[in-house]
Each structure stands twice: as structure tokens, then as C-alpha cells.
């Protein structure tokens, strides 16, 4: 079942506070980025967070959002105390994207 927007509006809420979000449509699913960092993937209406040292200590239940992705953890977005945390702590090592070249036109 593919995940919505009104889904994302809640994720959103659920994490109010942590920085500033937003999301956007990627391969039908969603990507969400907090301070423009890409931190959460969420497909299937399920919210995962990708496996960093820094999250470890949670012993978070894994899986892979889509077929031959890299297992990620998944986040019980509905604890929002706790996903703000984990959201925080995976933005802070998280990097920015490196800004895409433009093509050249001929």
C-alpha cells in the first residue's frame, strides 16, 4: 500500500520540533528531510531511518523499504518522544546533499 500525504502530514507532526521539514515524492514513496538533510525514507506507510552507529543503542527492528535497498531501521513514528530523539541524533551526522551540476546546453 503506498504511503500518502496525509501520512506524511502526520510523520511531519510527529516530529515537530526537530528542525525544519519537508518531503518530497520519490519513486511513488517519500523521502523526508529535516534541515535539508535526507533523514527518513518512508514506504508502505512504514518510516525508516538508515542504520548509523550513532542508533545502535535503540535496538530498533530493521528491514529494507524497497526490494534491493540496504536494511534500515524502522521507526515507531507513533512514540513521537522517541522518534524526535532518534530523527535528531541521525540528522546531526547526517550530511547535506552535494549540490547536482547543471547540465550544459549545446
Known amino acids: 500500500m503506498a504511503t500518502t500525504a496525509e501520512y506524511m502530514e502526520y510523520v511531519c507532526g510527529q516530529l515537530a520540533g526537530v528542525g ?3 518531503y518530497r515524492k520519490m519513486f511513488g514513496e517519500y523521502m523526508l528531510y529535516v534541515n535539508e538533510k535526507p533523514v527518513l525514507t518512508v514506504c508502505d506507510s512504514t518510516v525508516y531511518v538508515k542504520k548509523l552507529d550513532c542508533l545502535t543503542e535503540y535496538a530498533l527492528p530493521t528491514g529494507c523499504p524497497y526490494e534491493g535497498a540496504k536494511e534500515h531501521y524502522i521507526l515507531d513514528i ?10 535528531q541524533k541521525a540528522e546531526a551526522v547526517t550530511p547535506l546533499p552535494k549540490p547536482r551540476k547543471k547540465k550544459q546546453s549545446e
Open 20 to 22: 525544519v521539514l519537508r
Open 78 to 87: 507513533d512514540d513521537g518522544e522517541r522518534s524526535r530523539e532518534i530523527v
